[in-house]
């Protein structure tokens, strides 16, 4: 079973709509962390933002924004009038005690921003 | 450097063929981490360093890879009788201590092509 399922695969949007990429993960620690990477064409994975598991608010960043939920073990994140710079492949990881902090990443959903 | 190096960018061999993949973690990073991202995936864990010692090596898929760090800063990861299936790209991450709430920062990763 897999730890983290991001179960778009691709989506698709024109220039100032809003998009929400999922994020499902899976784990038995109490303590764990959530990321998200973004990984554009250029190949590199550039950091987003960290989430540990005891703090549920929801963070906002500019255009970016969080929702961790337990209830639902979902930590999704929306870009808001998105731009064609945002186009990228997005990653979800998780990060647990029981793999020492190796991050898990999920599939990635790929996010094509027309103009 | 700023940043996490990885040489080379690209290398193409053939298969049964040997290659060294090398690391430069960012300054006074003791944790290292290599992972390896086929196409249209998210990047698989490989191996975890602390300073010289790999702490967790149960990603590597075979004996056919070994990683090491003499020095606790460099590391460069082995790849024996390369076979088609290798062909990815291998990224490696580094971060301050190791702790399962620290960010992972990336190098821009080698493509390899095994023929």
């Known amino acids: 079973a897999q730890k983290v399922t991001q179960a778009q695969t691709e989506i698709s949007v024109v220039e100032k709509e809003d998009v929400t990429l999922d994020c499902v993960y899976e784990t038995r620690d109490t303590t764990y962390y959530l990321f998200w990477y973004k990984q554009p064409p250029s190949g590199e994975l550039v950091f987003l933002i960290r989430r540990n598991s005891f703090d549920e608010q929801n963070e906002i960043s500019g255009r970016y924004s969080w929702n961790f939920q337990k209830s639902t073990s979902s930590f999704n994140f929306t870009i808001t009038a998105s731009q064609v710079v945002d186009s990228a492949v997005y990653f979800c990881?998780?990060?647990?005690?029981?793999?020492?902090?190796?991050?898990?990443f999920g599939k990635g959903t790929k996010l094509s921003v027309k103009p | 450097g700023a940043g996490v190096s990885q040489t080379p960018s690209n290398k193409v061999t053939e298969k049964g063929k040997y290659v060294e993949l090398r690391c430069d973690p960012i300054?006074?990073?003791?944790?290292l981490y290599w992972y390896r991202q086929s196409l249209g995936q998210g990047p698989e864990f490989l191996i975890y360093?602390?300073?010289?010692?790999?702490?967790?090596d149960s990603g590597l898929p075979n004996d056919r890879f070994f990683a090491v760090r003499p020095e606790g800063s460099v590391s460069t990861l082995k790849i024996q009788r390369t076979e088609r299936g290798d062909s990815a790209v291998y990224l490696c991450?580094?971060?301050?201590?190791?702790?399962?709430?620290?960010?992972?920062?990336f190098g821009p990763g080698t493509r390899l092509l095994v023929l």
């Open positions: 991450a580094s971060s301050l201590t190791g702790l399962i709430q620290e960010t992972q920062y």
């Open positions: 360093f602390q300073g010289t010692g790999a702490a967790d």
């Open positions: 300054s006074g990073h003791t944790a």
């Open positions: 990881a998780l990060s647990e005690r029981g793999s020492q902090g190796n991050l898990i």
